[in-house]
């Protein structure tokens, strides 16, 4: 449904003539009525809410009979939806079920200035001497996408020690009931839903952690497996080779029937289950057992259907359950060559784990009555590099994919991979906004987005003057992610590199770029010592976090790798430093959470590298943004690409541009797209013709994994180059796209090299 936000007035202050309807004094403490019998994530909510109203108004609300606020249900609202409104003096808050009614408070905590990071961004709300309401408010709000969450994924340097060695001390390797409430409550503040628990090895698994069901149950979190778990199982952790033999369906099918079993009868009394099928190895690898693509094809079949057969045993009519099924790596292969996966169950599409969707519904599989869904990737462990640092993506890249996903009827599941929802708080906020109202966004409204994001944080007057801070963070790390920062590579020949790891040697900079690159990350550091004195003290804390580790610590990486020995160790140095000071902030309550060197790669070492870029300037270059024609249906995206200002060309779609040259002559014109993919598993081709003249046809089709897909996502670009012969003067260059969506941030010219 689509939302419907009709607000007339909305005031926090007594200054407007509008804000009528007030429900807090300044003197007494706020009221409440609430249903009895209410779903247990209604009393989650309430308990979050008087606390935050307590932070605002330093007095904690109190149920009364004629209260300020009422809380009820509405069944007649869509599912998860609300409503806010005014009637007779009084706010109204109609929740569809527990979770819409849960929604609808915390939105009027969001009102009252509470942060959804209040407590994991340590973002301390104002105190109020007033709350007010127009008399004709009225919010109404419900989901694009009905499913929404995340994945707690490669926790291994983050989450996980920071949950048993500090924040809940327990046994090695258990992210507890605790810290798995706050993370619940972290999503309802989000309006999320949905959780895949984490999962690695050394990591206790989630059904194993005593309480922790009954905690996502109470929160109204629906519980999920990733792509290798099938029916809410955690191979990694559960199963025990010793005892169950091979985890091999072919050889070993009754053990393997048992053991699901095992949890289908543990969650047959509880609600808010999500079952994934299908099957994989242990953990992330091919099926055991099957050899020839035929084998394997009619291995998962029967796997398929004999779950089908389990759920129906044990849990219900599988037509009416929460199924998904991840067309992942060779699975994807599987499905595609006739794979029978039941028309109610999600198709779940993943991107290439670096953000760039793979494969979308086609008209036929839109019409599936189990809908798709998407798993995204916000942090990433693997080829050709991890990054498990910092949370860099680009937001015009999360956008278009999202977006993209959406318009191709992804609209039952989103999930987003993240190894910590704090250090992944505006692009996890991104993410989950979008699948929230997938029109709170545009391609063109992005800048404010961010901007709104980084008032509502740290206030009006730092927030804008954070924000071309921040823009300019997001373009240079769009550029190189800091992880990147080593031009090295992961899961290479073990014979050849140690452990698999190329080391730090030489980077693909001239000395120009390398400086240009140095002094725009110096330029950012003074900037946010300005911004500093905007921010109130007592969100010191939370702009470290959020803003001065994230920058301070990608300048030092990049100071590191890209300077002379001295001020290179000074920088690593430096990143030691600031680690230590993030472990201590709010007197060590994240202790343990920052790692600044997952699995120890050769990037965080106390390394530099030589400068090796051919060092020849394009004569002219430009962005496509700075266009002189375009069709009707071409579209800006904000903060994506060099450009910042990327333009996504549909099918049939042109765009020209023009330059000039001051000699006749031969040229190496080079055209530069984001690497996305074709998305329908045809073709994603473009033409580019100078002045008229016939295209030269490129493709953006890479096999996965090869040396040049490799490439485009380290550079978060893909170039082709045409040789061109000029006339001096002007000229004009036009790209057209064969298939689409395409996406062109810009273009170079060079002499053409004898």
């Known amino acids: 449904m689509k939302k419907l936000i009709t607000i007339f007035c909305i005031l926090l202050t007594s200054s407007s003539a509008f804000a009528d309807v007030t429900w807090f004094d300044g003197k007494h403490p706020v009221t409440y009525e609430m249903p009895s019998g209410v779903e247990p994530v209604v009393r989650v909510a309430l308990e979050m809410w008087k606390e935050d109203m307590l932070q605002v108004t330093g007095l904690r609300p109190v149920a009364s009979n004629r209260a300020a606020i009422r809380i009820v249900q509405n069944a007649a609202l869509p599912a998860d939806g609300f409503r806010l409104s005014v009637k007779d003096g009084r706010i109204i808050i109609e929740g569809s079920n527990g979770r819409g009614m849960a929604y609808g408070l915390l939105e009027l905590s969001r009102m009252a200035g509470v942060s959804p990071w209040v407590w994991w961004g340590d973002i301390v709300p104002e105190k109020k001497h007033r709350l007010t309401i127009g008399r004709d408010f009225v919010l109404e709000q419900s989901p694009s996408v009905a499913f929404r969450g995340i994945f707690l994924n490669d926790e291994d340097w983050s989450l996980r020690p920071w949950s048993c060695q500090h924040f809940e001390p327990g046994p090695s390797g258990m992210i507890g009931p605790k810290t798995y409430q706050k993370i619940f409550q972290l999503l309802l503040r989000l309006r999320a839903n949905t959780i895949w628990p984490a999962m690695h090895p050394g990591t206790t698994a989630f059904f194993q952690v005593p309480g922790a069901k009954a905690m996502a149950d109470s929160c109204g979190i629906i519980i999920g497996t990733s792509h290798c778990e099938p029916l809410l199982r955690n191979n990694v952790g559960e199963w025990d080779a010793a005892k169950r033999g091979a985890f091999n369906y072919r050889t070993n099918r009754a053990t393997v029937q048992q053991y699901w079993t095992e949890r289908l009868q543990e969650v047959s009394t509880s609600r808010d289950n999500m079952f994934t099928i299908g099957m994989r190895g242990i953990h992330d ?71 760039y969707m793979t494969r979308l519904s086609d008209p036929q599989e839109q019409q599936r009555s189990g809908g798709a869904g998407i798993y995204y990737h916000l942090s990433y462990w693997g080829r050709p590099h991890d990054y498990l640092w910092l949370t860099t993506t680009q937001p015009g890249l999360i956008y278009h994919e999202l977006r993209q996903a959406y318009d191709h009827h992804a609209r039952r599941l989103w999930i987003a991979n993240v190894h910590d929802p704090k250090v992944a708080a505006y692009d996890l906020e991104l993410f989950l906004d979008m699948a929230w109202n997938i029109d709170c966004v545009t391609g063109e409204t992005l800048t ?27 373009r240079l790390c769009g550029e190189r992610r800091p992880e990147f920062m080593g031009w090295t590579q992961v899961e290479l020949d073990k014979k050849k590199y140690p452990r698999g790891l190329s080391p730090v040697d030489s980077v693909a900079l001239n000395e120009r770029q390398a400086a240009d690159r140095l002094a725009a990350f110096q330029r950012m550091k003074a900037d946010i010592e300005r911004c500093k004195a905007y921010v109130r003290q007592e969100l010191h804390d939370a702009y470290f976090a959020a803003i001065e580790y994230p920058i301070l610590a990608t300048a030092a990486i990049n100071r590191k790798i890209l300077s002379d020995s001295a001020e290179s160790h000074r920088a690593y140095e430096e990143i030691q430093a600031l680690t230590r000071q993030y472990h201590a902030m709010q007197d060590g309550k994240w202790s343990g959470l920052m790692d600044a060197a997952p699995r120890r790669l050769p990037v965080f070492d106390d390394v530099r590298a030589r400068l090796s870029g051919d060092g020849q300037e394009p004569l002219v270059q430009g962005f496509a943004c700075d266009y002189v024609s375009a069709s009707e249906g071409v579209a800006m995206i904000q903060m994506l690409g060099r450009s910042m200002h990327a333009m996504a060309l549909s099918k049939g779609d042109t765009l020209t541009v023009q330059f000039e040259v001051s000699q006749p002559g031969d040229y190496v014109l080079t055209t530069c797209l984001i690497p996305t993919h074709p998305i329908d598993g045809g073709d994603l081709r473009y033409g580019v013709s100078i002045d008229g003249d016939r295209d030269t046809v490129y493709s953006l089709k890479e096999p996965f994994r090869s040396e040049r897909w490799k490439q485009n996502v380290l550079n978060g670009l893909t170039e082709r180059e045409t040789k061109v012969r000029l006339s001096a003067g002007k000229h004009q260059l036009t790209i057209r796209a064969l298939d689409g969506p395409i996406v062109v941030d810009g273009w170079q010219l060079r002499q053409l090299r004898i």
């Open 448 to 474: 404010s987005h961010l901007q709104q994001w980084l008032c509502r944080q740290f206030g009006e007057q730092a927030g804008k003057r954070l924000f071309p801070v921040m823009h300019d963070f997001y």
């Open 285 to 355: 690898s091919s099926m055991e057992g099957y050899h020839t693509e035929q084998e394997k094809l009619e291995g998962l079949q029967q796997v398929i259907d004999d779950q089908q057969q389990l759920l129906q045993q044990y849990i219900g009519n599988p037509q009416q359950l929460a199924q998904v099924f991840v067309p992942y790596k060779e699975v994807l292969q599987l499905y595609e060559h006739g794979l029978k996966v039941p028309d109610y169950v999600t198709l779940l599409w993943c991107d290439d784990n670096y953000g």
